[in-house]
């Protein structure tokens, strides 16, 4: 059983920065790929950053590369989505999941556990 608890979010500017986190419980964080996803309202929940088991492959949405960064820390359970020159259509409702597997981690059905979320909203 893993329990996620992400942070960060807030009111931002378009071309700002934010940093989310998600806390992770338990001792067994390592033994999970972690991933960022997001959901806009009247939208679908989508991919948006992965990060497998030990930080070294990370993998991203086409939509977010070059401006999202995702970082994990093993000893502090934690996983990190840098956010950098956020626009408008990055706002949504930010949430970490852990997944058990080995898959690219890119669909919601491989996660098995799943954090309560954190607004984003960008401004134009």
């Known amino acids: 059983q893993v329990q996620l608890v992400e942070s960060g979010g807030g009111l931002v500017k378009a071309g700002d920065s934010l940093r989310l986190s998600c806390a992770a419980s338990?001792?067994?964080?390592?033994?999970?790929?972690m991933g960022w996803f997001r959901q806009a309202p009247g939208k679908e929940r989508e991919f948006v950053a992965v990060t497998r088991r030990s930080g070294a492959n990370t993998y991203y949405a086409d939509s977010v590369k070059g401006r999202f960064t995702i970082s994990r820390d093993n000893a502090k359970n934690t996983v990190y989505l840098q956010m950098n020159s956020l626009k408008p259509e990055d706002t949504a409702i930010y949430y970490c999941?852990?997944?058990?597997?080995?898959?690219?981690?890119?669909?919601?059905?491989?996660?098995?556990?799943w954090g309560q979320g954190t607004q984003v909203t960008v401004s134009s």
């Open positions: 999941a852990a997944d058990p597997g080995y898959g690219l981690g890119t669909v919601a059905g491989e996660y098995d556990y």
């Open positions: 338990g001792r067994t964080f390592s033994r999970y790929n």
